[in-house]
């Protein structure tokens, strides 16, 4: 069992979790994730890792509640426990001979574009981070990447934080006004990361992006995290999450996780119903 030592709300969806769990503190680095299930009739899901203290021994965790687990998972609170948390599963991300990066977060991909932009920047790279949110009210862990960037860029699609745009518009910028950038990190949805991948295609610039498709028991035996990458099927459990964003293929990936709408519609239903049963009995 492990415990919740720490829960915080970020926005109306969005909470982040500190985990006591020093075996995979000890082990964790960024680009890596957990599966979690809440208990023993649960769903096993899997989520990136945003933080980890050795010393302390803990793990923290950002989700948004979308479906019938992140809720149940946001209903706990601190001193709760988890029935089960693995981990670290998936392979570290590489930063060997970085000296100028381009982070960027898309919503909830904030969360984990947040270890990488820490990582990079101890280690002495120059970081610049583009964070994009729908509007001011979502937006999440602006002061940790301010404090873990060089430069922080923060805009929304209607510009309620007063700068109107997408990432893509920043990144643009940047790269236009003469930024030479050995690497850029792009993480956040699916069509984001595409949108990136192409423009940066365009400039001959290396771009990592981090694929969370459907995915079950995390140790490459269950296939349903497949993507295609450079034409051939990986894992993204095993030879992921991050991949070159250049070559992979995104629309396949949006066909996939849209697969099982239906499926998670349904689920969310039958426990909203119970849930009133519950209520009301």
Do not use: W
């Amino acid at each position: 069992m492990f415990k919740i030592l720490k829960k915080e709300v970020l926005n109306t969806s969005v909470k982040l979790m500190e985990i006591e769990a020093p075996h995979i503190a000890k082990k964790a680095e960024p680009g890596q994730f957990i599966i979690l299930r809440v208990n023993e009739n649960g769903e096993r899901i899997p989520l990136t890792i945003a933080d980890y203290d050795r010393e302390k021994g803990t793990v923290t965790i950002i989700f948004q509640e979308v479906g019938k687990t992140t809720r149940l998972l946001g209903q706990l609170n601190e001193g709760d426990l988890l029935l089960d948390f693995v981990g670290p599963l998936g392979v570290a991300s590489h930063f060997e001979g970085l000296k100028k990066v381009a982070v960027i977060g898309g919503g909830l991909g904030t969360a984990i574009a947040y270890p990488q932009a820490k990582k990079l920047y101890n280690m002495g790279v120059e970081v610049d981070s583009i964070i994009g949110f729908r509007n001011k009210d979502l937006i999440i862990l602006e002061k940790e990447m301010q404090a873990a960037s060089s430069r922080l860029f923060v805009t929304t699609d209607d510009g309620s934080n007063g700068t109107k745009g997408f990432v893509t518009d920043i990144l643009k910028k940047l790269i236009e006004e003469g930024n030479n950038y050995d690497l850029v990190i792009a993480i956040g949805p699916l069509i984001m990361m595409k949108i990136v991948s192409n423009l940066t295609k365009n400039y001959g610039i290396k771009t990592v992006v981090s694929m969370n498709p459907v995915m079950i028991d995390g140790t490459g035996m269950c296939g349903g995290c497949r993507i295609t990458v450079g034409g051939r099927v990986k894992f993204a459990c095993v030879d992921g999450p991050d991949f070159d964003g250049h070559e992979v293929d995104f629309d396949e990936a949006m066909r996939r996780q849209a697969m099982y709408k239906a499926e998670e519609k349904k689920s969310e239903e039958q426990h909203e119903c119970r849930l009133g049963g519950i209520k009301n009995a």
